[in-house]
């Protein structure tokens, strides 16, 4: 491995966690620096949209209105590098908090992968594609 592709793969690990911070956080104005404006995003396996960041990044901010913390924790990444093109796999669980009116905490979980396909721009790599891969859920 030459320095160039750690380089690449540390720059993709770090977009890879800009992804999830900008949802964890709730800044999802931000997703817009992660994928590219034709980007094609796919929740269908959550029965939700698939289409281009302008219109699915609403609709997982709405999704997320309802949780009051809301984490994602990623683990092993398969990156496959092919020049300025790159798939990658991430493993991902993302526990969820509600919290009722009368203040009582709910707990939701889901799991399984994100499968990104990526380029290298300008301004660095951005995802073209994500599909959410939703393997298993809990409490919903």
Request: glycine content about 10%; hydrophobic content about 45%.
């Amino acid at each position: 491995m030459d320095v160039t592709e750690l380089a690449d793969r540390l720059a993709i690990a770090d977009l890879l966690t800009a992804y999830t911070r900008a949802v964890d956080t709730g800044n999802f104005e931000a997703l817009h620096e992660v994928f590219t404006p034709d980007a094609v995003m796919d929740y269908s396996s959550v029965g939700g949209p698939v289409g281009p960041p302008a219109e699915v990044v609403p609709w997982v901010a709405e999704g997320l209105a309802g949780f009051a913390r809301v984490q994602h924790l990623l683990g092993q990444l398969d990156v496959r590098l092919d020049g300025d093109r790159a798939e990658v796999t991430a493993y991902f669980t993302n526990p969820m908090v509600a919290v009722a009116p009368d203040g009582t905490e709910s707990l939701f979980e889901c799991g399984g992968y994100y499968h990104h396909r990526l380029i290298k721009t300008a301004a660095g790599w951005r995802s073209v594609s994500l599909v959410d891969d939703v393997l298993w859920s809990r409490g919903f």
